[in-house]
């Protein structure tokens, strides 16, 4: 069998685009290499998948993912975060929405989703081909000719969609390997990074911090005495990392960058300038004069996290305040301002929420998804050289593409 469209890839876009193709009635088949599809939109958001973020200006919607977001545009139009709302509730699930715009199904069931794509894909009579591992894609002319699967079997097809994902979240099955296929058909691959992903500090100490979340801090990052990017939000350390929303997003920004003379600084009271927290601090030293200074900020900060402060400033922590000078009070102050750790690295790829990198987006046809390069190619998802924060951009890029490609492909 011809199929009008072979997809290799199960995973949110490509499901994505099988539905929109099956619905405009072509043959199309999902290859996928696991034993399941949607593995890793199951998986999504611990489970609950954050599915969009609703932000109806395009516009502001596209600037989310950077100085490639403007490529978006086109496929908004066809297919928003509006739409993406739509074709689920259509489907009889219920969304909800949370903080910062955030839509998520009401049942809090990341598998609801899975099932509505599923659905429309046995009513559009779309086949899976599931245990299947792509060995080669043969090319000639600029055009695909066929699949080659592990199995000796040949898939051909009018068309063809990559949809396999980045490199995130290996164990799902995103090993990248589709980044070699499309540099030997042409492409150029933007190095692929992991990001939105805990960041690793050299400091020891960070294992004795280890369970400690705060809400709304300021975290900047700073390479060669320059701040070149900040977040405000919530983080928690964990035991040889920072993590946390605010970490997560903040990675995003570094993580094609060279991590060497690199900080992390935490302002744990970013509302209060260094005069109003001293001010703070010394109106409640008033009522504990005889206090011990590792005593004395319990309503401020967790005593592990003084503990550490004041070790790192050289304070006597049973000195009592009422013998603390000045100058030792603003070394305080700065520690809680600008705590300092020195980043190592970006966390792996297992602990990465998506990909950074991937097809040269100028390479694609922005309206339809399609390669330039090989007339028969369309490409969606993680796959591509987008990347936007956490709050459900990242999947809507594989909702959109997935739906273009799909739409345009037939």
Not at 89 to 99: A, R
Request: hydrophobic share 40%.
């Amino acid at each position: 069998m011809i199929y009008d469209l072979a997809i290799i890839g199960g995973g949110a876009s490509g499901l994505m685009a099988g539905s929109r193709a099956g619905e405009l009635g072509a043959r199309v088949i999902i290859i996928e290499k696991n034993n399941q599809v949607g593995i890793k939109l199951v998986l999504t958001g611990n489970g609950r998948c954050n599915l969009t973020n609703k932000i109806d200006d395009h516009k502001i919607l596209s600037a989310n993912y950077g100085p490639n977001g403007k490529f978006l545009l086109s496929a908004f139009s066809k297919f928003d975060a509006n739409s993406t709302i739509d074709f689920f509730e259509n489907h009889g699930i219920k969304t909800k929405i949370e903080n910062n715009n955030r839509v998520l199904p009401a049942s809090d069931l990341a598998r609801d989703l899975l099932d509505a794509l599923l659905s429309d894909l046995k009513k559009y009579q779309v086949e899976i081909k599931t245990n299947s591992t792509v060995k080669k894609i043969i090319t000639k002319n600029n055009k695909i000719q066929k699949i080659i699967l592990d199995s000796g079997e040949e898939i051909l097809a009018k068309n063809y969609l990559i949809a396999t994902g980045g490199k995130s979240y290996p164990l799902t099955g995103s090993t990248g390997d589709a980044y070699y296929w499309l540099q030997e058909m042409g492409h150029t691959i933007i190095e692929p990074h992991p990001t939105l992903t805990p960041i690793i500090t050299i400091e020891k100490f960070v294992s004795y911090l280890e369970g400690l979340s705060f809400k709304d801090v300021l975290l900047s990052i700073k390479q060669n005495n320059k701040i070149i990017a900040k977040e405000l939000g919530d983080i928690i350390f964990t035991s040889n990392s920072l993590s946390g929303p605010a970490t997560i997003n903040l990675s995003r920004l570094v993580a094609d960058k060279p991590i060497n003379d690199t900080d992390l600084i935490i302002d744990f009271f970013p509302n209060k300038t260094e005069k109003e927290l001293d001010s703070d601090i010394q109106d409640g030293w008033q009522k504990q004069k005889n206090k011990t200074l590792k005593n004395s900020f319990l309503n401020l900060l967790p005593a592990k996290l003084t503990d550490i402060i004041l070790n790192l400033i050289n304070l006597d922590p049973n000195k009592q305040v009422n013998s603390i000078t000045k100058e030792e009070r603003k070394k305080l102050i700065l520690a809680f301002k600008n705590f300092t750790l020195i980043i190592k690295k970006l966390d792996d790829y297992d602990k990465a929420i998506i990909t950074k990198g991937g097809v040269k987006i100028s390479e694609v046809d922005p309206r339809t998804m399609r390669s330039k390069i090989i007339n028969n190619l369309y490409l969606a998802g993680e796959i591509l050289d987008l990347d936007g924060p956490t709050g459900g951009f990242n999947l809507q890029v594989c909702w959109t593409t997935g739906y273009v490609a799909g739409d345009s492909a037939v």
